[in-house]
């Protein structure tokens, strides 16, 4: 089946480290997303990959890493200078930058 | 910036009833509109897109439309079902520069179905 897979769906995390959420896609779409959803607010921009191997910057990149070496995969590194982390993680991709964009099922990150 | 609400937050029908939700936007100048679906806990599933020619786009029991002088779009459910219940956005594609990504959210509407 083609489509965007997240894993894992749910991931704990201690204060001070680092963990990876991982966005893998068999779209062939060269855009990739990806967003934070926390309750009663819209989806939030962190970052965004228009093609293999550049990505730019969102709304609220504070905090976080990605890398783009692979089309397929957009891995986010959510790291211990992220103040407040525990939210609910969504990736997208789409054809290109700008055109009808396809979610995965998420992931919820929690701190404790 | 472009700037998306949805109002209701919330909305409660009894099965069967024909609802309509409502999406604004500020910036008419966009080049799509896309309504999606969530269920709790879930990722979203599009469900309907509307290029900025259009007027609407319809896919079974639902229809969108598109009004961009008036920043306005509605989601319209014929013949509510239960299994209709989740939240529902609405996001908007805007013209701007290239390279820079331009889709921007609404909050929602959770839409209740009570049988």
């Known amino acids: 089946d083609g489509g965007i897979t997240q894993s894992p769906k749910y991931l704990f995390r201690k204060e001070g480290q680092n963990v990876t959420l991982s966005c893998e896609q068999n779209?062939?779409?060269?855009?990739m997303y990806w967003y934070r959803q926390d309750p009663g607010q819209g989806l939030r921009l962190i970052y965004y990959?228009?093609?293999?191997?550049?990505?730019q910057k969102g709304d609220i990149a504070e905090g976080y890493s990605v890398s783009r070496e692979k089309k397929e995969s957009f891995p986010l590194t959510v790291t211990s200078a992220q103040k407040n982390p525990t939210a609910f993680y969504l990736c997208?991709?789409?054809?290109?930058?700008?055109?009808?964009?396809?979610f995965g099922q998420g992931t919820r990150l929690t701190v404790v | 910036k472009q700037e998306v609400t949805q109002i209701p937050a919330a909305l409660s029908v009894p099965e069967g009833e024909n609802l309509v939700l409502n999406c604004s936007f500020t910036?008419?100048?966009?080049?799509?509109l896309q309504w999606f679906r969530q269920d709790p806990g879930k990722g979203l599933t599009s469900l309907l897109l509307i290029q900025s020619s259009q007027r609407e786009q319809t896919s079974g029991r639902l229809n969108a439309s598109l009004d961009k002088s008036s920043g306005r779009s509605t989601l319209y459910i014929a013949a509510s079902q239960p299994g209709d219940s989740a939240t529902y956005l609405c996001a908007v594609m805007g013209q701007e520069e290239a390279g820079a990504n331009n889709l921007f959210f609404g909050t929602g509407t959770r839409l209740t179905v009570i049988p």
């Open positions: 910036d008419s100048a966009i080049y799509n």
């Open positions: 990959s228009q093609i293999v191997n550049d990505f």
């Open positions: 997208a991709s789409s054809i290109s930058l700008n055109t009808e964009a396809f």
């Open positions: 779209l062939n779409h060269d855009a």
